[in-house]
């Protein structure tokens, strides 16, 4: 599946004296296959953005293409089950008794028979690696946990593109790297991920391709080394990045590495080790 945003622009409560203009003429596509990031600071447009994927939020001009059709005339309903959005914060969306029969929610109304739900509900959990909470009340789960079942939840719906608004805020560094591991492996299965992040370092590791929103507009969009080695000296660039780039003045050889491991090995070669 391709999602295509064209010079969408986004206005909340237009015509007030509240007025924002959270999007400016954005366009930039979602390929099948890839993880996306949409990094940028506080207030940049990012979920705001993410929410107009699978149109939770419409644009107040330009449009949204799915496979190359005008996102208004698809059924809202298929929209949101093919593209799985997590929200920033999804904590407070679970609302079932049991961690189990909240991920079951989805499947369910999918008309998946009980042992199509048990099998989709038991995989979800255990590639989160919360098989152990199905039983246990939501409210009852640490932040990370919680979190972790919000994500399964829409992960059990089976969708096309999973969006990501935020996902390891807050998370231990243990945690944050299993759901990393999480993020590549539904890539290696041919999945699409869109991974709104302030983490610069978790995405120079899993994204690529990375989009850089500044109050509303686009103003990078390309490889995590173009769109990085760009803002080299900013601290819009991950930690890998910036060390990169001050060897780089005497070290032609150290290259445009992005991800820990490139990084490591392009220090070596300037060691000659
Ligand atoms: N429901 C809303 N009503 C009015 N303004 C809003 C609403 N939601 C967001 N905004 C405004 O739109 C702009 C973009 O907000 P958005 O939440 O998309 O930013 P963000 O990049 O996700 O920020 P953060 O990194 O803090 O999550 C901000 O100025 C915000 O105040
Ligand atoms: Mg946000």
Not at 155 to 176: F, I, K, Q, S
């Given at each position: 599946?391709?999602?295509?945003?064209?010079?969408?622009g986004h206005v909340?409560?237009?015509?007030?004296?509240?007025?924002v203009v959270a999007l400016r003429g954005v366009?930039?596509?979602?390929?099948?296959?890839?993880?996306?990031?949409?990094v940028g600071g506080t207030g940049s447009g990012k979920?705001t953005l993410?929410?107009?994927?699978?149109?939770?939020?419409?644009?107040?001009?330009?449009?949204?293409?799915?496979?190359?059709?005008?996102?208004?005339?698809?059924?809202?309903?298929?929209?949101?089950?093919?593209?799985?959005?997590?929200?920033?914060?999804?904590?407070?969306?679970?609302?079932?008794?049991?961690?189990?029969?909240?991920?079951?929610?989805?499947?369910?109304?999918?008309?998946?028979?009980?042992?199509?739900?048990?099998?989709?509900?038991?995989?979800?959990?255990?590639?989160?690696?919360?098989?152990?909470?199905?039983?246990?009340?939501?409210?009852?789960?640490?932040?990370?946990?919680?979190?972790?079942?919000?994500?399964?939840?829409?992960?059990?719906?089976?969708?096309?593109?999973?969006?990501?608004?935020?996902?390891?805020?807050?998370?231990?560094?243990?945690?944050?790297?299993?759901?990393?591991?999480?993020?590549?492996?539904?890539?290696?299965?041919?999945?699409?991920?869109?991974?709104?992040?302030?983490?610069?370092?978790?995405?120079?590791?899993?994204?690529?391709?990375?989009c850089l929103l500044e109050n509303g507009a686009v103003t990078s969009?390309?490889?995590?080394?173009?769109?990085?080695?760009?803002?080299?000296?900013?601290?819009m660039?991950?930690?890998?990045?910036?060390?990169?780039?001050?060897?780089?003045?005497?070290?032609?050889?150290?290259?445009?590495?992005?991800?820990?491991?490139?990084?490591?090995?392009?220090?070596?070669?300037?060691?000659?080790?």
């Amino acid at each position: 599946m391709r999602i295509e945003l064209r010079e969408v622009g986004h206005v909340y409560a237009s015509g007030t004296a509240l007025e924002v203009v959270a999007l400016r003429g954005v366009s930039l596509s979602v390929e099948g296959g890839e993880v996306l990031a949409i990094v940028g600071g506080t207030g940049s447009g990012k979920s705001t953005l993410v929410q107009h994927l699978n149109l939770l939020l419409e644009p107040t001009s330009g449009k949204v293409l799915v496979d190359g059709v005008d996102a208004r005339s698809l059924d809202r309903g298929d929209l949101r089950r093919s593209v799985g959005l997590v929200f920033q914060a999804p904590e407070a969306a679970l609302f079932a008794p049991t961690v189990w029969e909240d991920v079951a929610f989805a499947p369910r109304r999918m008309g998946l028979s009980e042992g199509g739900v048990r099998e989709r509900v038991g995989g979800v959990l255990g590639r989160l690696g919360i098989g152990h909470l199905a039983q246990r009340a939501p409210h009852s789960l640490s932040g990370g946990e919680k979190r972790r079942a919000a994500i399964a939840g829409v992960l059990a719906m089976g969708p096309d593109v999973l969006v990501l608004d935020e996902p390891t805020a807050g998370l231990d560094p243990a945690t944050r790297e299993e759901l990393l591991g999480v993020i590549r492996a539904l890539r290696d299965e041919g999945g699409t991920v869109v991974l709104v992040s302030h983490d610069l370092d978790e995405v120079a590791e899993v994204a690529d391709r990375v989009c850089l929103l500044e109050n509303g507009a686009v103003t990078s969009l390309g490889k995590p080394e173009e769109v990085f080695y760009a803002v080299s000296a900013s601290p819009m660039a991950p930690a890998t990045v910036r060390t990169a780039a001050l060897l780089r003045d005497d070290h032609s050889g150290v290259g445009r590495p992005v991800s820990f491991g490139e990084t490591l090995a392009a220090l070596k070669t300037v060691l000659g080790a």
